[in-house]
């Protein structure tokens, strides 16, 4: 059967208490701890997702230091790293670019996002849209984890999740039967992304018991 945890707590903590090479597959997207509360764009949607300014800067003006990748890599056999231009990390042949649609170049938010992978394959670009419904500033789509998870994991494998975010990580490895970790020190965040994993199961549920077919109320 199919664990899915999730701990309000710092992922530091919970890697010093694990063995070497206890998750197949770490897909992380740790703050890059370039000031994002200060991009326009941003600013203007903050009341999307409910989040004021000086929360946004408490997240982003701490990225993590070579001991959080020390440990990342002990304890996982293989890694995915959102945002790894920023930090230094080792020469990458299989590197993922996530285009995001509809995004032109004369406005502020990024066209695509980069992120750094173990693996030694070619290159891959994946375009999927942003969701509309936002409870992180990072929010990555449900549909760009399956992506990743379908290329990149194995059957029987365990996936981990240092920064869990919106839980997106959480929601995409439940649906496709991985054994997942995540880790959140924001309890703000932590309650949002049980939340919305409670909420996406339950919706699942009650789709399945109409036969496939969207209940009718």
């Not at 203007?44 to 990225?63: C, G, M, N, V």
């Not at 990580?169 to 054994?179: F, L, P, Q, T, V």
């Not at 994993?197 to 036969?211: C, R, T, V």
């Amino acid at each position: 059967m199919r664990r899915q945890i999730a701990y309000n707590m710092d992922c530091m903590d919970l890697m010093k208490l694990l063995p070497d090479n206890e998750f197949d597959l770490a897909i992380v997207d740790p703050p890059y701890g370039i000031n994002i509360a200060e991009n326009i764009g941003l600013r203007k949607r903050l009341s999307t997702y409910e989040f004021k300014k000086h929360k946004i800067q408490k997240w982003d003006a701490a990225p993590p230091q070579q001991t959080y990748f020390d440990e990342l890599f002990r304890v996982s056999k293989n890694q995915i790293i959102w945002g790894g231009n920023y930090f230094k990390l080792p020469p990458c042949k299989c590197f993922i670019i996530w285009q995001k649609p509809g995004i032109s170049e004369d406005v502020s938010f990024a066209m695509c996002e980069y992120a750094w992978t173990s693996f030694s394959q070619t290159a891959k670009i994946i375009s999927v849209e942003k969701e509309k419904e936002r409870i992180h500033p990072t929010q990555k789509p449900i549909a760009l984890y399956t992506w990743i998870l379908h290329r990149f994991a194995k059957p029987g494998d365990k996936i981990l999740d240092t920064h869990l975010g919106s839980g997106s990580s959480r929601i995409a490895a439940h649906e496709m039967g991985y054994d997942f970790v995540g880790c959140e020190k924001d309890a703000e965040y932590f309650l949002l992304q049980e939340k919305r994993f409670k909420n996406w199961i339950a919706q699942q549920s009650l789709f399945e018991m109409d036969g496939g077919q969207p209940a009718l109320f």
